[in-house]
Each structure stands twice: as C-alpha cells, then as structure tokens.
C-alpha cells in the first residue's frame, strides 16, 4: 500500500514568490493534515481537512496561505507571497479520522521550502 | 489547551546505553499518547502509543507506561543501536477532533 505522497520534496524560491505544494493521502483516509515543521521544533498544525471540509484552519496564515482539498482526496497549499519566515518543512498526514477513532497519523516526507 | 512537553535534547549515548527520554503532558479527559519518531530524511512514523491509563505500548525494544498520576509517558530502551539514531516525538490526541499536539522532539545520536 502506497503511503502519503508529497511533492515536491525540496523547492527553493525568492521572496514574493509564490509556491505550492501538493499531497496525496493514503487511499481511503478521509482525515488530512497540512503541519508546518521549523527546524527543532514538533509538527504544528496549520489546517485539517474532513473529507473535503476544512473543520480547522484557525492556525493558517489566510493572508498569505491557502488550501484546498477537492474531492476530499489530494490537496494543495498555496503561499503567495513567499516570505523569509516561511522556510522550513511543510508536512501533511493522514489518518482513518472518525469521531472515537485514535489511531495513528501517517506522514508525508515532507516539502522543504528554503526563501531566499 | 492542551500541551506536551518533553527533555531537550540533543541525547548522546554510547551503543547498548539505556535510554529514557521523559514526555509529561497537560489534557483535559483522556487523551491518548503516541511517541512518533523521525529517521535522517524521512517523515514521523509511529513508534508506540498508548489510548487508557497504566497501559504500556512497546515496539522495537521500546517501552512507554501512560501514567496518568504523574501525566508522563516517558519512552525507555534498555540497550540502544546505533540505527536508533533519530529525533523523537512524544504526542497526544483526544477522540473527539482528531487533534493531535506534538513536542518539540529530542534528538538522539547513538555512536558505536
């Protein structure tokens, strides 16, 4: 079983660029995960997707971040412009989700975005 | 909110050292916890978890005891590898929201 899929692996940019990254989950998961990873620091959460609603998206930057899931399957995040702070690694996940359901994320290898 | 807080690193270890990185977290209910860990180039993975009090997960030669009177999860390995190598990441989720809020991670090298 193919896990989650992300690309690009490593993208580096100019400031006020834009730049997007893109996620395939695991094949029937319908709970998606867009975390943001700075160097030395855990994953933190910037939107999470049922099937195709964002039900938490109260960390995302929306002045310059944006995301979508159509379908409820892959999905996008955008950033435009790109600014110094945005380099680090964007992760997404996936999970069966569910109300009751506690099991396990499964992670992506991540985008490493550098601004330059 | 909830929150979990684990040692800072970096660990060194020598190879077959025992290993105890402490994990305490802040929850309301009963949240499950998870230890993830981080392979050079490669996304978290699950290691271990643990879903009611005084449950222990374990996996790989790792151990982790949820206790809730203490709101520790400390991970353990009696004799490290060098393909131990890894940053960790101690986590917890509720049931309701799948919400889950990581640590900061702790980063282990062990040397031969």
């Known amino acids: 079983e193919a896990g989650v899929v992300q690309s690009p692996r490593y993208k580096i940019i100019e400031k006020k660029q834009p730049v997007a990254f893109w996620c395939n989950p695991i094949?029937?998961?319908?709970?998606l995960y867009w975390y943001l990873q700075n160097l030395g620091q855990g994953p933190e959460l910037l939107i999470r997707?049922?099937?195709?609603?964002?039900?938490?998206d109260s960390q995302l930057p929306k002045d310059r971040f944006s995301a979508e899931r159509l379908k409820g399957v892959d999905s996008t995040l955008k950033i435009q412009p790109a600014e110094l702070g945005d380099s680090a690694v964007y992760l997404c996940?996936?999970?069966?989700?569910?109300?009751?359901?506690?099991?396990?994320?499964?992670f992506g290898e991540g985008s490493r975005l550098t601004v330059l | 909110g909830d929150s979990v807080t684990q040692m800072e690193g970096p660990v060194t270890l020598s190879e077959e050292a025992f290993l105890t990185i402490n994990c305490t977290y802040t929850a309301t209910g009963y949240p499950s916890l998870f230890w993830y860990v981080q392979y050079p180039g490669e996304g978290l993975q699950l290691l271990l978890k643990a879903t009611k009090a005084d449950d222990k997960g374990s996996n790989k030669g790792f151990e982790a005891t949820y206790r809730k009177e203490t709101t520790s999860f400390h991970l353990e390995k009696g004799s490290v590898q060098v393909s131990d190598s890894a940053v960790y990441f101690c986590a917890l989720s509720h049931n309701t929201g799948n919400q889950f809020y990581f640590g900061t991670g702790t980063s282990l090298t062990v040397i031969p």
């Open positions: 997707y049922e099937n195709e609603e964002a039900v938490d």
């Open positions: 094949s029937g998961h319908n709970t």
């Open positions: 996940a996936s999970s069966l989700g569910g109300f009751g359901n506690t099991g396990e994320l499964f």
